[in-house]
């Protein structure tokens, strides 16, 4: 088992829920990355606490020119003990790292409007 920190970005509204009673799983096909609960990491991100603040304030956008969800903010600071981990280190892990890519590549697909890929390198292992 390993413990990380993760930043996650809400309104300051569901932070009293979040504390009271847990993180919500997203679920449903809108989501990129599959169901879960969101969380910006240092080391992958540049600013974990900023990446964080910058998706609570765009998730605040309701769109169509609608007021927004919310205008408060926050960001919770969380220590995460994770209990699996994506060995990329073997066929397995390489194998099931392959399989999430392309889910998560099909996905995006669905909300890329501004462009066309013209190349892409996948790699099948």
């Not at 809400?10 to 799983?25: A, W």
């Not at 969800?69 to 392959?98: E, H, M, P, W």
Request: with cysteine; charged share 25%.
């Amino acid at each position: 088992m390993e413990d990380v920190e993760g930043y996650h970005g809400t309104s300051r509204e569901l932070f009293d829920v979040i504390r009271t009673g847990n993180f919500k799983v997203s679920r449903g096909e809108e989501h990129w990355l599959g169901e879960g609960a969101y969380f910006f990491e240092q080391g992958i991100s540049i600013s974990a606490l900023e990446d964080a603040k910058n998706w609570a304030i765009c998730e605040s956008w309701a769109g169509g020119g609608s007021p927004r969800k919310y205008y408060r903010y926050c960001v919770i600071k969380a220590l995460i003990r994770l209990t699996q981990i994506l060995d990329l280190t073997n066929a397995d892990g390489l194998n099931s790292f392959n399989y999430a890519r392309k889910q998560i590549l099909s996905r995006l697909g669905k909300y890329r409007s501004f462009g066309e890929i013209y190349d892409r390198d996948v790699l099948d292992f």
